[in-house]
């Protein structure tokens, strides 16, 4: 029996997948097709180990709308909500938001790790999509 197309494609969404340059090393999240550094591109498929540090952060309180008002798909998680730009400890930063602990614990420099949990859901048939997100090393 054939295993469903959304099931084979889990482990993607399980795993943050970004690019290393074969030629300088450097690292990209998301991946690249040309390394901006050295011009190659020779790009291999790099796992990220998914541990790394708060740059900066902030705490969103007013949700995005759209020109008409509307609130839009990536804006329907609970407000407020922690947003971060984390540097990951290969290098490469990303946003992220911050789960599992009260604002008052998030700090710049505090390290933090992946955590896989679900983005959004929408319409009747509950269409959901999981991506990545931070939580704070204790
Ligand atoms: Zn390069």
Redesign the pocket.
């Known amino acids: 029996m054939a295993v469903p197309k959304i099931w084979r494609k889990i482990p993607e969404y399980y795993n943050l997948i970004g690019r290393r ?6 690292f990209y999240f998301p991946g690249r097709e040309v ?6 591109s ?2 291999n498929e790099q796992k990220f180990l998914g541990k790394g540090k708060i740059v900066t952060y902030t705490i969103i309180r007013t949700p995005f709308t759209d020109p008409e008002g509307e609130i839009t798909e990536v804006s329907c998680r609970r407000i407020p909500y922690a947003l971060a730009i984390i540097q990951l400890d290969e290098g490469p930063m990303l946003t992220a938001e911050i789960v599992d602990c009260s604002f008052e614990d998030i700090e710049i420099g505090k390290k933090v790790e992946v955590v896989f949990r679900k983005i959004l859901e929408k319409g009747e048939k509950g269409v959901i999509q999981y991506g990545y997100k931070f939580k704070i090393v204790r």
């Open positions: 340059c074969s030629d300088c090393q450097e390394c901006v550094k050295c011009g190659s020779n790009l």
